[in-house]
């Protein structure tokens, strides 16, 4: 089993790797061809999206034909939209190559599927928290190299070298799973899970208000976070005249506190303080850090608001899971986790598609304060999740 997690963290990092590289440099590809903010961040939106749609087809395919099969299709899928972004020459091709890369999409659900299926029960949260590190990792290098390859010079960026090195990192990925991952859903496994895959998220969330309460919160959480990943590189670009490079290592000062805080602070302060309590520490956070982003008065106040928004993300998301799973009767963990992350994917998908509208429509600094007010209830949100024990049995 060691071998198999050793070889699936390794999968996660080269995969998250390749998409990470292409985050900063989607929008001024866009700001490239002449497109307004307003539509920028819908093509960014498109993905989240297109990912929302194809989820669940995907998680049934991988129930059904096994997991080694899903990953290595929704990679070569993954291939084939890094090069149509390379190599776009308009809009509609950029728009293309990130709808594609959001229907194939299967692979990062398949690899926690993966985790779940070589982990015994009193293991298994740990090891999904270990293909959540190497999420992380992946996306936290993934942005500084991208606009390492890309260049410092908006006008004059580097687009095919990032989309050429995604590529190369997804061939590599898929060479990964096909010698090194032996298959971990067997034929009796598939039969058990199609009889067991009934009941959905909305009917679960009826019946948990606890679970319905924190996949609110975690909604309004990642409404924010998407807004501030998909209006920053344009923010930056009028306000600074920041390339893709200055740019990808900013979203650095978000993604490695946040890794940092879910590596390890996490572990230290939840035994102390409560997952409850740490979650909307989180969300408090994140409001100042949005709040001292719309101030943006100088490139310090931008990287403390960036810290700040960092080390709330990273101590609500793994808080927030962990309550999350509280709320499962042991047979169900899967089905609750699915319904709570169902909030966090409509929230990727809101979020573009109102940032780019809010920042043309009421300001530069409105996306970071309407972020702000939004995420705020989360905390009262978190506050009124019941403890596990007075959850119906």
């Known amino acids: 089993m060691r071998r198999q997690l050793a070889a699936l963290f390794l999968f996660c990092v080269i995969d998250t790797l390749g998409f990470g590289i292409l985050i900063p440099l989607v929008p001024y590809m866009a700001n490239h061809f002449g497109i307004a903010p307003q539509f920028i961040t819908p093509v960014l939106g498109s993905y989240s999206l297109c990912q929302l749609l194809a989820a669940p087809w995907w998680g049934r395919l991988s129930d059904r034909y096994g997991r080694r099969p899903i990953l290595m299709s929704s990679l070569a899928g993954a291939c084939v939209s890094y090069i149509l972004l390379g190599f776009a020459s308009n809009v509609w091709w950029l728009l293309a190559s990130r709808m594609l890369a959001g229907f194939m999409a299967g692979n990062i ?5 993966y985790a779940a299926d070589v982990s015994r029960p009193e293991k298994r949260a740990g090891t999904l928290g270990l293909v959540g590190a190497a999420i992380g990792i992946g996306f936290t290098l993934g942005q500084p190299i991208g606009g390492l390859l890309a260049g410092k010079d908006p006008a004059h960026a580097n687009f095919v070298a990032p989309a ?3 590529s190369a990192l997804s061939l590599l990925a898929i060479l990964l799973v096909r010698f090194v991952l032996p298959e971990s859903h067997s ?9 067991q895959a009934r009941r959905g998220s909305w009917q679960l969330l009826r019946e948990r208000p606890g679970l319905a309460r924190l996949a609110g919160a975690t909604l309004a959480v990642t409404f924010s976070q998407s807004i ?3 209006i920053f590189a344009i923010w930056a670009l009028h306000r600074y005249g920041f390339g893709p490079r200055t740019v990808g290592f900013l979203l650095f000062a978000v993604a490695l506190p946040a890794l940092i805080m879910q590596g390890s602070v996490v572990r230290l302060l939840a035994p102390r303080l409560g997952e409850s309590r740490l979650a909307m520490w989180g969300v408090l956070s994140l409001v100042a850090g949005l709040t001292t982003l719309s101030l943006g008065t100088t490139l310090g106040v931008t990287i403390a608001g960036l810290l700040l928004c960092g080390v709330g993300l990273g101590a609500y998301n793994p808080s927030a899971f962990a309550l999350a799973s509280q709320q499962s009767r042991g047979h169900d963990r899967g089905a609750v986790v699915g319904a709570y992350v169902s909030g966090a994917s409509l929230a990727r998908v809101l979020g573009p598609f109102t940032s780019g509208s809010i ?3 009421l300001g530069s600094a409105a996306p970071f304060l309407i ?6 209830p989360a905390a009262w949100l978190v506050r009124r999740v019941p403890a596990p024990e007075s959850q119906p049995s």
């Open 187 to 195: 034929a009796e496994a598939r039969a058990h899970h199609a009889q």
């Open 359 to 361: 920042y043309a429509l």
């Open 228 to 230: 501030l990943e998909s």
């Open 164 to 166: 050429v090195v995604s």
């Open 371 to 376: 972020g702000a007010c939004v995420t705020l």
């Open 109 to 113: 659900a398949a690899a926690f599927a």
